[in-house]
């Protein structure tokens, strides 16, 4: 399956992707935690990274399109992926088409994790990662307002798109999640609950 998980910041894309990966055995692949680890390692890429990340604004389309075009091609991803935090803007969404045409692998779903806006600050700031201080909460969301809101309308078009009420019990989202993907391929390996 190859899945994009959708959702502004705080709504649960993370934790959901993770429960994702454990059931159908594929790889979460988060461009956030690949650009942390690359802040943590001190690269050129993470230095020039943290300062968009501090600042709650997006890295620059290309650095990511190439994190992900290095890390979609890796053996693992090969069987599916859960992308979270990927895309996050119109040109992104263009380049991931643009690769995963060239892979010969289709996208099977868009989940979009729903979930209001007062609730996200409350979540974000009870997070307490050091990039979820009060100003650069309110700098992401805006950022995910004006450049990743309309990937929602990029992927509806598509037919691609499915809206999860991020809301409520966990387990609960992610069997609303698993019944929007709905039944796996017989080709994967799912593994029980
Ligand atoms: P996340 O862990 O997904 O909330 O990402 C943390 C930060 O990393 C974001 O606020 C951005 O600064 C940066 N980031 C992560 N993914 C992307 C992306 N697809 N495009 C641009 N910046 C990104």
Known sequence: MRIILLGAPGSGKG???????????????????????AVAEDTA????????MDAGQLVADEVVIGMIDERLTQSDAGDGFILDGFPR???Q??????????LGQPLDRVVNLEVGGEEIVKRLLARGRSDDSETTIRERLEVYTAHTKPLLDYYRERGLLAIVPGVGDMDAIFERV???IGPAPSRYHVLPA
């Open 15 to 37: 934790t959901q992707g993770q429960r994702l990966m454990a059931r159908l055995n594929i790889p979460q692949i988060s461009t956030g935690d690949l650009l942390r680890a």
């Open 45 to 52: 890429l993470g230095r020039k990274a943290k300062v968009a």
């Open 89 to 91: 803007t119109q040109p």
């Open 93 to 102: 969404a263009v380049a991931l088409d643009e690769l995963l045409r060239r």
């Open 178 to 180: 698993m019944t929007a």
